[in-house]
């Protein structure tokens, strides 16, 4: 692990919560070994949750505008807000990024999501011919570390909430592999609010684990992530 690069992307109001134990945590055990790690606290940051025209200088079309033709061509003239072009030179400096958050209704928060829409632009992160495991940050890894409300029983196949690989489908496969990311199995926090405080601490040597040995951990759902396909393609029913 020395000397590689960790962006943490934090998303919790509170610096007393567990969310933001587990990104301490991440910061003092990747550090310890050697990593240089940067945090993007979103809310600390009060950063924008909506992707508008006002992130743009100078736009080719204000009376058809189109987020993504907009950004891809301020990305490549330089006329992205300082924002956005702070947040992406942060991304291009690291080799693995961690999402650190408390799940909301099946996703991440809405300020989050908003950091994905904002930095995750076109032709910086991706491009109709640089998809997938083609994709531009294909040297790069991610990883989704969060906490949820429920208990682990509730997200399987056959339960209530179904299964937890599917719930983080469009999240890990839609946004982060479509972007080239190889994306490393979850660290899931199960039904926080039922865990004592007191206990709560013994679950950082899981974390620990997980975060020492990135490099090791097997992306899910790999019989679908890890193939190459063609730019367009159609999955034939079984």
């Not at 991440?26 to 070994?33: I, T």
């Not at 909506?50 to 301020?74: M, P, Q, V, W």
């Not at 011919?129 to 890894?141: M, N, V």
């Not at 906490?147 to 179904?162: L, Q, R, V, Y």
């Amino acid at each position: 692990l020395a000397a590689k690069k960790v962006l943490i992307v934090y998303a919790h109001q509170r610096s007393g919560s567990f969310n933001a134990a587990a990104k301490d945590d991440a910061v003092e055990v990747l550090a310890a070994h050697g990593c240089t790690v940067e945090v993007s606290d979103l809310y600390a940051m009060t950063f924008k949750a909506t992707a508008t025209a006002e992130d743009i200088t100078g736009l080719i079309n204000s009376d058809h505008f189109c987020y993504a033709d907009e950004t891809k061509l301020a990305w490549e003239e330089g006329k992205l807000c300082a924002d956005i072009t702070e947040e992406q030179r942060k991304l291009t400096r690291a080799d693995l990024i961690i999402f650190q958050f408390p799940m909301y209704w099946f996703t991440v928060p809405a300020i989050m999501k908003g950091w994905i829409d904002w930095v995750l632009t076109s032709g910086y992160a991706y491009s109709q011919d640089k998809r997938y495991s083609q994709g531009i940050f294909k040297d790069k890894k991610a990883i989704l570390s969060f906490t949820t409300g429920s208990n682990k029983s509730m997200f399987s196949e056959n339960d209530i909430n179904g299964d937890m690989n599917v719930t983080l489908w469009p999240l890990q496969n839609g946004i982060l592999h479509y972007c080239g990311f190889q994306v490393l199995a979850p660290q899931i926090f199960w039904a926080l609010s039922y865990v004592p405080s007191d206990a709560r601490s013994t679950m950082y040597p899981h974390s620990q684990i997980c975060l020492t040995s990135w490099e090791k951990l097997p992306p899910p759902l790999t019989a679908l992530m890890g193939r190459r396909f063609p730019a367009e393609v159609h999955l034939k029913p079984a």
